[in-house]
């Protein structure tokens, strides 16, 4: 790949803290306070919205007793930015789409404790330890959270003082690169995916004989187990990518913040590798800031997916036009009974059946032999993993199928490389004409990697109303046009300058080489350019200054002011 040749990215002096901020916003000990209720007891680094409080414990009904760990996803505050924004979207570049920083949104990942104590008044030790995040790697902080934990309900202060000291020694999150993280005694290695790697191919992190000191290797950084969350719900989970897809407003009602984050985690990932690009909401509250928002009737609901385990939200979202209702998760071994889908009418209470209850129709022809594999497996008692594998693998493909013939049709829509003129602006990219689209189906479409059969067409029709199309096209689009300004500076290149100069005006050769110097600064950035590209870009740039007077050489090689 012409772009993973052409980037080496330089991690600039950090200072103290700077390594922690690239993994972690802050940590938070959420409390419950008699007269206050939840109530954060201490943080390490910045002041939060209060909210999490309310996100960082289960509500009273869930009943969760012991441990349990959990996840939540909440609004940035306008006006928030970074100091370390511009250095980590290096990283960013690297990563795929599913996996870059959520620029608007904050990741809170929870670990609470509830256990019955006598010498408290309430009778119960209740406590959380929370680790804000802007990255959505959910398996890696749970596995985090399982290490520093147990430990800081031991010890107190002084252990996540530890634990924070550590992590500002960690390499920064880096795509494709093989991570060893020291943590609380222990060591954790893992590997962050890049977008150039196969979709549905993990590469996986081997042992190596220099690994004594390893104790823990992640296969993955963020996939959740698929087949435990859709179990409950299997015999719809093609239907269940249709809305997905489409962007449907969903809700999931669950008796945990535990199953109800692990199944909207599931839902927002059974698309991959096309990224959901509306809101979603693995636990949501009565208390949350967005709660008015998404839960009016005087108008539609949003396009948003949202977990809930509040019985007040059966009456408050009985207006939706899908509900998922998750029971007890079931182990795997056990046979999840076929259920059909449910009328809506039908949901009254949180403790109505599990089930799915909506009047959607789905476009495509539901696919018994996925439905016999998974049971097959559970007849046969087939590991969970190999399960998780099988739905994940069917879900890639479904997803495949669909994508191929848009991308085929973007890809139509690129000048051609002869079109590219170095002395001209670079061409724009042709439209993107709904009709044009929908004739190349015909010969083109998913019928071609998909037996599926059914309404191919009304799917496309209505996924291109959807917010999930705008996202996937912008970010097409935004891919395609540095592709096409990377292919009109490698011919800029290819060029005489010198040759070309001799006919300008000592004006037009200054200015040139402020666009050419600008070019630079932006290629370097952003553009997916040749190897060897910028330094002879770089060459050009020098050359022409070295023609022109002492003075303006002075001025043309001082560095741009910030």
Not at 257 to 268: N, R
Not at 278 to 303: G, L, M
Not at 505 to 515: A, P, R
Request: proline share 7%; hydrophobic share 40%.
């Amino acid at each position: 790949n012409l772009r993973k040749s052409s980037i080496t990215v330089e991690e600039p002096l950090l200072l103290p803290w700077d390594r922690f901020s690239s993994w972690l916003h802050c940590i938070c000990v959420v409390g419950f306070d008699l007269e206050l209720g939840q109530a954060v007891e201490g943080q390490h680094t910045v002041i939060l919205k209060t909210s999490i409080c309310y996100l960082s414990f289960p509500d009273s009904n869930s009943g969760c007793l012991g441990d349990t760990q959990f996840c939540f996803r909440f609004r940035q505050a306008a006006g928030r930015k970074s100091s370390l924004g511009c250095f980590l979207d290096h990283f960013d570049r690297d990563a795929p789409v599913c996996l870059k920083r959520d620029q608007g949104y904050y990741y809170g990942y929870v670990y609470f404790r509830q256990v019955r104590d006598k010498s408290l008044k309430r009778g119960y030790f209740q406590k959380s330890l929370v680790l804000i995040s802007k990255l959505p790697y959910v398996t890696f902080f749970h596995s985090l959270l399982k290490l520093i934990a147990p430990e800081y309900f031991e010890k107190q202060e002084p252990c996540l003082e530890a634990a924070c000291n550590d992590i500002d020694r960690w390499p920064t999150p880096c795509p494709g690169k093989i991570l060893t993280l020291p943590i609380m005694g222990v060591v954790m290695k893992l590997r962050i995916p890049t977008c150039y790697d196969k979709p549905g191919t993990s590469q996986l992190v081997q042992s190596a004989p220099s690994d004594s000191l390893v104790s823990i290797i992640l296969p993955t950084v963020h996939e959740v187990d698929l087949f435990r969350c859709f179990h409950p719900v299997f015999f719809h989970i093609q239907m269940l990518w249709e809305l997905v897809l489409l962007g449907e407003a969903l809700v999931v009602m669950a008796p945990s913040p535990a199953e109800s984050s692990d199944t909207v985690l599931a839902l927002v990932s059974c698309i991959s590798p096309l990224c959901y690009c509306s809101d979603f909401r693995p636990y949501f509250t009565i208390h949350d800031s967005e709660f008015k928002e998404y839960t009016t009737r005087t108008q539609a609901p949003p396009s948003v997916i949202l977990g809930v385990t509040n019985p007040f939200f059966a009456k408050t979202l009985q207006h939706w036009p899908h509900i998922i209702r998750i029971g007890d998760m079931k182990q795997a071994g056990e046979m999840a009974k076929q259920m059909k889908v449910k009328k809506l009418k039908n949901l009254k209470t949180l403790d109505s059946k599990p089930g799915v209850y909506t009047a959607y129709k789905p476009f495509l022809n539901k696919d018994e032999d996925i439905i016999k594999q998974l049971q097959k497996g559970v007849q046969q008692k087939r590991p969970s993993a190999a399960q998780n594998a099988i739905l994940r693998r069917y879900f890639l493909e479904l997803t495949q199928s669909f994508i191929i013939p848009l991308e085929r049709y973007v890809a139509s829509l690129m000048p051609l490389q002869k079109s590219i003129s170095p002395w001209k602006s670079p061409p724009q990219l042709r439209p993107f004409i709904q009709e044009e689209f929908m004739k190349t189906l015909e010969k083109a479409g998913p019928q071609l990697t998909s037996r599926l059969k059914g309404d191919w067409i009304g799917l496309y029709r209505q996924f291109l109303r959807s917010p999930n199309f705008d996202g996937w096209f912008r970010n097409r689009r935004k891919e395609m046009t540095q592709k096409l300004e990377a292919l009109h500076l490698e011919a800029l290149c290819e060029e005489d300058l010198q040759l070309r100069i001799q006919k300008h005006t000592e004006v037009e050769t200054v200015d040139l080489v402020l666009k050419l110097k600008e070019k630079l600064v932006s290629a370097k950035d952003q553009l997916p350019v040749k190897p060897g590209t910028l330094p002879k870009l770089q060459a050009h740039i020098e050359s022409i200054i070295l023609s022109l007077p002492e003075d303006l050489q002075g001025i043309l090689h001082k560095p741009p002011s910030p």
